[in-house]
């Protein structure tokens, strides 16, 4: 069974303060994804990764950054996080070619900003 | 604005019945999934079926697509409580980005 697993699962930071979201994955897959899920928003792609050692931005990559030192791991960073990006962060994985279209998720860690 | 969007926000209906979920998208696709969400769980991939595949079946699951219409639908016949969750349709066309719906939030009562 496929395995992402995300870290904390929940977390109340302070607005300007740094924030870094963790997600490790041990289904040996190239691609990672990270999503933010609002009520009415659905699930959005902030940014992702195909290759370690490189990230892509997604669909709403501002105030965030990513980092994917192994193909293991990849982190989301809030250098100066804000009452805006409290929500719902999921982290995903996907392998490649005809498998990249089924996507793995964790169980999510819910931000408070405060 | 949503690439991938489900009809509608919320559906009801009892133990037993069935109910359809469908799904508009508006770009060119490879791919479309179905994903259902559980309250306090990620996202769980239902079906994928591909661009030149017009329907796929898992369980009391079935999905369509209609590339025409760039359209799509999920069915559950004999729902079960089991069955409350959200369902999301998702996007895929070749860019490594897979786009996801608002998703759709169904109750099935007992």
């Known amino acids: 069974e496929a395995a992402v697993t995300q870290s904390p699962r929940s977390k109340v930071a302070v607005t300007g303060g740094k924030v870094t979201l963790s997600c490790h994955q041990t289904n040996n897959h190239d691609y990672m994804y990270w999503y933010r899920q609002d009520t009415g928003h659905g699930l959005r792609l902030i940014h992702y990764?195909?290759?370690?050692?490189?990230?892509e931005k997604g669909d709403i990559p501002d105030g965030y950054k990513a980092s994917r030192p192994s193909q293991e791991n990849f982190s989301l960073i809030l250098e100066l996080a804000s009452l805006s990006q409290t929500a719902v962060y999921f982290c995903?994985?996907?392998?490649?070619?005809?498998?990249?279209?089924?996507?793995?998720f964790g169980a999510g860690t819910r931000l408070s900003v405060l | 604005s949503q690439l991938a969007e489900e009809n509608l926000w919320a559906l009801s209906v009892h133990e037993g019945e069935s109910v359809t979920v469908n799904c508009s998208y508006k770009t060119s696709i490879t791919a479309l999934q179905w994903y259902r969400q559980k309250s306090g769980e990620g996202p769980a991939q239902l079906i994928l079926i591909r661009s030149n595949e017009r329907e796929k079946r898992n369980g009391r699951l079935r999905a369509t697509l209609d590339t025409s219409s760039q359209s799509s639908s999920l069915s559950i016949t004999a729902t079960r409580c089991e069955d409350t969750a959200v369902y999301f349709c998702?996007?895929?066309?070749?860019?490594?980005?897979?786009?996801f719906g608002k998703g759709t939030s169904l109750v099935v009562h007992p």
């Open positions: 990764s195909y290759v370690a050692d490189s990230t």
């Open positions: 998702a996007t895929s066309g070749g860019n490594y980005k897979p786009t």
């Open positions: 995903a994985s996907s392998g490649g070619g005809a498998s990249q279209n089924t996507l793995y």
